[in-house]
């Protein structure tokens, strides 16, 4: 039950039951006294499960809802007067996209207009002293910015946008609204642009939890290609951390780059991976001898590189985790959650969210 009045209004979080968005509520809840309204459509990717002890706290309160649904989104503003819009709900894996264009364009560039005209409806009936202090927080990918070669300087908040996926593509037409509604409307609109995010909680379809999962499982370890792509990784939680930062410091019309410094080529994950969990698990080592070369996906980007020294400058944001330190802590997450696994590949938990969350 969400506790509402004049003093502290409400974060809106759209996307906020998965990997980033439910990280980002977690440390809201337990790092600082905001009420936050979680907005979710709940979808494969979103798991109620994954926002921990927050689910239980007085100050938080789920609504399972689309962004797509303008009713549901302009109830959910109407009624809980939020002082911020966070806005993570997106569809998010690239190989998905490939498959199933259109619910990405639905969702990411369709969806963020209707949270977009609904915010601005919103934001025009506030007080001039709240309309003032309103934020629109769009959370976005590097991907935006396409592919770079080896020895190409890395994305700053002013490279060109050249999406490569539908992902992307999508990613990059919600990041271009967002722009437009501040430049026309004058809706105090935030932008970050991040790296590949890792970390407890993210759904094992991505990298890094699949090859953890796999490998548990003795099951193959697929790598793309030649395996030398290079991804920047940053730990979620730095993401969680950096985006309540731009939050509260950030000037509105500007957008953000974060990073976490840490180039990796695909087959170095993997086989880091592999040798934390011969460390932790000796008796299944070396767990290498699970990885297998597979067909490349199409339009693979090369590189990925992010500028992070805008943030690291102006808001005072710098990374906590090493790429090392932060990959242990999530095979850890990840060995002590095996039942969160076994739920959401399963499917066992999108059947108790249906009998538990009805949408709005
Ligand atoms: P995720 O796929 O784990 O979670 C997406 C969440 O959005 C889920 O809870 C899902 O239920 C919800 N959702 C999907 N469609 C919805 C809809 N129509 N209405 C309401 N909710 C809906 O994604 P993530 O990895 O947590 O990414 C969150 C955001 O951060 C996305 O916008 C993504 O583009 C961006 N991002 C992700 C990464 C990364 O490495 N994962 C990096 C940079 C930026
Ligand atoms: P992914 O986690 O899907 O993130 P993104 O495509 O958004 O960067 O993939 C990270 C990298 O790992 C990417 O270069 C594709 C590669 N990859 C594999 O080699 N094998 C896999 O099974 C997956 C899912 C990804």
Redo the contacts with the bound molecule.
């Keep these: 039950m969400i506790v509402t009045n004049s003093q502290s209004p409400p974060l809106l979080v759209t996307g906020a039951a998965g990997f980033i968005g439910s990280c980002l509520v977690r440390q809201l809840i337990e790092h600082s006294d905001a009420q936050v309204l979680s907005f979710d459509a709940l979808t494969y990717a979103g798991n109620p499960l994954s926002l921990g002890a927050a689910l239980q706290s007085e100050r938080h309160q789920l609504i399972r809802g689309d962004i797509r649904d303008a009713d549901a989104v302009r109830a959910a503003l109407m009624q809980q007067r939020p002082r911020a819009v966070l806005h993570l709900a997106a569809e998010s ?3 998905r996209s490939i498959h199933g264009p259109a619910e990405f364009v639905s969702t990411n560039v369709v969806g963020t207009l209707v949270l977009l005209q609904e915010s601005l409806a919103y934001w025009h009936s506030l007080p001039p002293a709240e309309r003032a202090a309103f934020r629109f927080l769009h959370v976005s990918t590097d ?1 935006v910015f396409g592919s770079l070669d080896a020895g190409d300087p890395a994305f700053s908040e002013t490279t060109a946008y050249a999406p490569n996926s539908p992902y992307s593509a999508s990613k990059a037409g919600s990041d271009h609204l967002v722009r437009a509604w501040h430049h026309t409307y004058g809706l105090p609109t935030l932008l970050t642009n991040c790296s ?1 995010n890792y970390g407890p909680c993210q759904f094992p ?3 890094i939890p ?1 090859v953890i999962a796999n490998a548990v499982a003795g099951k193959p370890l ?3 290609g030649d395996g030398a ?1 290079v ?1 920047d990784w940053l730990y979620v939680d730095d993401h969680a951390r950096a985006l309540r930062l731009v939050l509260e410091r950030g000037v509105p019309g500007q957008t953000y780059n974060i990073g976490g410094n840490a180039e990796r080529r ?1 087959l170095e994950v993997v086989e880091r991976i592999c040798a934390i969990l011969d460390a932790r698990r000796p008796s299944s080592a070396p767990h290498a001898r699970l990885i297998e070369f597979v067909r490349d ?1 199409p339009g ?1 980007d090369r590189r990925y590189a992010i500028d992070s020294r805008k943030i690291e400058r102006e808001l005072g944001w710098t990374p906590q985790e090493t790429f090392d330190s932060g990959l242990i802590k999530t095979v850890d997450w990840y060995l002590g959650n095996a039942d969160w696994v076994r739920c959401v590949q399963s499917g066992e938990y999108q059947r108790w969210i249906e009998r538990n969350y009805t949408a709005r």
């Design positions: 894996h690239v190989d991907e590949n379809e991505k990298l699949l697929p790598v793309y792509n991804r695909n996906r693979h």
